[in-house]
């Protein structure tokens, strides 16, 4: 693969040798880029292959992309690579990149092409994919660029989040996903885990996990990982927390959700997993700042103990909310996480990802996440972030005087959903949850992901690579 232009140049393809430099560069003359590129493919006669290669695919990329795409045209890289993964047997991916800059986002794009979980019945290994496929990057002019470790880390921490996502709710239930998080920590040095399950949330003020989980078979939860830096090393940044919504099933709860929207509703627990994948990169690179993972599981269910409308939740913030919508559940998880993560445990800066609002989808789709802050400086790092990796974002507007009205309730602090639906729902939605932190000095942004984490029936590990980026670029300014 490779941008259009050096293809027709040339300029690389010794690096492949004879006699695939020359058909490389016929099929990429003959294939035109389209929108997000092309591919074309041939076969290698028997005769002239010096080498068991058979099969040749060229994915030619767009040129150009807008300003509101990655450089790195991660999206096309990852079209590529799905063709690429239609066929059968060993399989090399060659990326030729304009910039070494683009390596990283390269390599994530092409893994999320390549996907771990499938539970077919021709699988050898039950409920895993198994196939090992190089991915090697070129410049322009036919020089190696190697993957770095990092990179390479995170191409696994994707395919780990992906794979949570499309693992079945009856699999992935609060306990099971807490065991996951377990697993996938176990080993790096300076991490600790803690989990707060069932009453005992409602104990320690959580009852908003609580609440929202107490109708289900499997308990809610709430899983706390910290790094903390070696003490020899002296704190140097400040105390990030990651926070991830982890619905394994949103049925909508009392407020059942309808046909055709309650299919799929497994990818509501996408932003714990792309947070537990990205705490994992962070704690795995031993920094010298502090790190906190906070997972809220639950799984919104229907049954006797179901939480109701008309309930009133005290969430940890101290302040009541009054549910007048049972399907409007993650707000009431993330502002406990949130709320746990500022006042417990200190963290100067708390990032959320959630599959917060199909509003999100509406108004920044399936390509861009919609990111909410209450920090100028965090929300231009995410964009930034999000070119960088490859995984966009958008902002939308952060205005409490604008939507706090909109959850009027005659009993309590507030309800769980708005008045008018017809009133930037996303926004509305991350106003609940900056209520329960707008008396502390935390900086904030909120992250939904609705639309990007799940894409044709598929978690896509969106998410990991943008707040990895993201946190590095929150830690480096803080040095400076
Ligand atoms: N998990 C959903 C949001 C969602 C919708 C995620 C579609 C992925 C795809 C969330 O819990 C929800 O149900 N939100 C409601 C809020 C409403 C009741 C105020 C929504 O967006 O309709
Ligand atoms: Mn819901
Ligand atoms: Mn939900």
Redesign the pocket.
């Known amino acids: 693969m490779s941008p259009a232009g050096h293809l027709g140049k040339k300029k690389w393809s010794h690096a492949l040798g004879s006699p695939f430099d020359g058909l490389v560069v016929d099929l990429a003359a003959q294939t035109s880029s389209g929108d997000l590129g092309t591919t074309a493919s041939t076969l290698v006669p028997r005769e002239s292959a010096t080498s068991e290669v058979r099969t040749l695919l060229v994915g030619v990329l767009p040129d150009k992309v807008s300003r509101y795409n990655a450089p790195s045209r991660a999206e096309s890289i990852r079209r590529s690579a799905l063709a690429a993964a239609a066929t059968k047997g060993k399989l090399a991916i060659v990326i030729v990149l304009d910039s070494e800059e683009h390596v990283g986002a390269a390599v994530m794009a092409a893994s999320r092409a390549f996907p771990l979980f499938s539970a077919k019945s021709s699988n050898k290994v039950k409920d895993r994919l198994k196939r090992s496929v190089e991915i090697v990057c070129l410049d322009a002019h036919g020089k190696f660029l190697p993957i770095s470790q990092k990179f390479q880390d995170a191409s696994a921490a994707i395919r780990d989040a992906a794979a949570l996502v499309d693992t079945p709710p009856s699999e992935l239930h609060p306990a099971s996903f807490a065991a996951a998080a377990r697993q996938s920590l176990r080993g790096i040095k300076g991490v600790k885990i803690t989990e707060i399950v069932g009453e005992d949330l409602q104990k320690a003020g959580l009852g908003g996990i609580y609440g929202v989980g107490k109708g289900a078979v499997v308990a809610p939860r709430m899983v706390v990982a910290t790094y903390a830096p070696p003490a020899k090393a002296k704190a140097n940044g400040p105390h990030i927390a990651l926070i991830g919504k982890g ?1 394994t099933f ?1 049925t ?1 709860g009392l ?1 059942l ?1 309808p046909r055709g ?1 309650i299919e ?2 497994k ?2 627990m996408g932003g714990a997993a792309a947070m537990l994948s990205a705490f994992r990169l962070l704690a795995s690179q031993h920094g010298s700042h502090k790190v906190t993972l906070i997972l809220c599981l639950a799984e ?1 269910a229907i049954g006797p103990a179901s939480y109701k409308p008309d309930d009133i939740l005290t969430l940890h913030s101290g302040k009541t909310v009054e549910i007048n ?1 049972t ?4 707000r009431l998880l993330l502002a406990d996480g949130l709320s746990y993560a500022v006042r417990e445990l200190k963290a100067d800066v708390v990032i959320d990802a959630a ?7 509406i108004a920044t789709g399936t390509m861009h996440a919609a990111v909410i802050s209450n920090d100028q400086v965090i929300e231009e790092k995410a964009v930034a972030a999000g070119f960088a990796s490859g995984e966009l974002v958008h902002p939308l507007i952060f205005a409490p005087e604008f939507y706090r009205h909109e959850f009027p309730s005659p009993v309590a602090d507030m309800t769980n ?2 008045a008018n ?1 017809n009133n930037a ?1 996303s926004s509305c ?1 991350a106003q609940f949850l900056w209520w329960h932190i707008e008396d502390t000095n935390a900086k904030w942004l909120h992250i939904d992901l ?2 990007p ?2 894409l044709r029936g598929r978690g896509t590990g969106f998410g990991v690579g943008l707040v990895t980026e993201l946190c590095e670029r929150i830690v480096s300014r803080s040095k400076s």
């Open positions: 619905v949103d909508g407020h959700k929207g799929g509703m990818c509501d919104n919508n399907d409007a559940e993650g599959t917060l609002t199909g509003a999100q989808l959903t708005v639906r729902q939605a609705a639309g984490a799940f």
